[in-house]
């Protein structure tokens, strides 16, 4: 296991770059655009990426901890101080946007469908489909929180267990995961589920297996590390899991295989890729600015929507793909500076405990 003192020296920059990447590679899949969505067939993929970084940043960050004395309870106050604030941001745009649109008569929901929707996002819980003003979303008025929930679950497992996870109990949950993961992938012909009711089941093999191969790859790091490949290869093969297409049973294969092989092998032969000074500063900031790129462009994207209608602007879809997304970097980068640090930094003064020494 990695020492304290180990831990505390390391910095992940590529690794924080590569989730700045896939957050923008999910904007294609909640902005039309044919052609970067011809060409990022696996984009959905991003969020099996997000859940292999989280299970390795949060046992390099938490797992002394919660073995030190750390309860469940502070750590999870600690990832709803983390997640909560620009989440209820994005769904409080998305909620405005929606009463919007239903005192406009532009939606066909009503006022107590937006109402318990709102109620449920609230607590960041899936909103029936009799109360949501979009049936089969979980998480009408922020899509993308549908992966915050999964987190917060597999979180909750992960600090019940910490005081027992040696690198086999972490391969228990990633067997686990990893066959029902098969059925999954072959069941909705693909791994892009856990986002609707119809498929929400696929959330939970999802983040089992990923999640706990990122743990179990920090615990053994230490005595298996694996050459590490330089930053500009780290970010052109996660990019390229993005773009190999396939149908049919060939797309669930692709699927599989990138997330039961490639993401874990990327991830510990990313960990301490080299790279220069500017690389690996655009890199941190490009990664304090992922998750909330993830978490608001969706509702951002609505808004600008809104307005470039109300001007008639109508831009090729490859332009409102970039627009979307320089639209979702500078409201994060904002909302990072005058918001969320701040208000993250005001709700986190009660101190936690230390990390003590992790033993061999």
Known sequence: MVSTDL????????????????????????????????????????????????????????????????????F???????????????TALGAVLMLISIMQGWNDAALPQLAGSLLFALFLLPCPPPLSIWPNAPYPLNGPAWSLFFELFVNTIFALAARWLTPAASLVFVALGGVLLVPTAFGFGQLDGGFAWSNFIAGFPRVTFSFFAGVWLYQVRAHDRLPALPAWAAYALLALVFMIPGEGAARALIDLFAVLIVFPLLVATSANAPAGRTLLHVSTIIGVLSYGVYILHVPLWGWTELVLGRFHIELPGAADVALAAIVALSAAAFLDAFYDRPLRRRLSRKRLPAAVPARD
């Open 7 to 74: 831990a505390a020296r390391e910095r992940f920059a590529i690794l924080d770059g590569m989730r700045g990447l896939a957050a923008l590679a999910v904007i294609t899949d909640h902005v039309p655009s044919e052609a970067l969505t011809g060409l990022l067939p696996g984009r959905y993929l991003a969020v099996d990426f997000f859940f292999v970084l989280s299970g390795f940043v949060l046992a390099h960050v938490y797992l002394d901890r919660l073995r030190g004395g750390m309860t469940v309870g502070q």
């Open 76 to 90: 999870l106050r600690v990832r709803v101080i983390r997640l909560y604030p620009l989440y209820l941001a994005g």
